[in-house]
């Protein structure tokens, strides 16, 4: 299905781009289409997808800096590959640091990282799924 072009794909399914972003069942080559050149909105959607696939979500956690807001949900979405949360756990932005220690497939080691961040509530946070972790 993937030789489909994308654009085909959301007009023959509607044209609601925005609806289609959010559809869990969009296939995973249109959501890394609509992950490319769009609105911000846009990309906030595809990352908050689940079913968007770990390369797309790789890709948004590259935006740029005024994009923290999608490296967020990018850190949020459950799909997020290991090594693209270990990534993450250095941005510039301590936002996006807390929400990945927050991610349960998080690893220890970079949890263990976070708990020595410069800021107060990316450490709480790291520490806290450190706790929870070995309660567990």
């Not at 609806?19 to 911000?40: K, M, R, Y």
Request: net charge negative; proline share 7%; charged share 25%.
């Amino acid at each position: 299905m993937d030789n489909i072009d994308p654009e085909l794909w959301i007009l023959v399914h509607g044209g609601d781009c925005e609806a289609i972003a959010n559809d869990e069942s969009t296939p995973g080559f249109v959501l890394e289409w609509l992950a490319t050149d769009n609105p911000i909105d846009m990309l906030l959607r595809v990352a908050t997808n689940t079913s968007a696939p770990p390369a797309t979500l790789e890709k948004l956690a590259k935006t740029e800096d005024e994009y923290r807001d999608v490296r967020c949900r990018v850190a949020e979405n459950p799909n997020t590959p290991t090594s693209t949360l270990q990534k993450l756990a250095g941005d510039k932005g301590w936002w996006v640091a807390r929400m990945v220690a927050f991610h349960p497939n998080t690893p220890i080691s970079t949890l263990q990282k976070l708990a020595g961040h410069e800021n107060g509530e990316v450490r709480q946070a790291a520490e806290a799924a450190l706790r929870e972790r070995q309660d567990a």
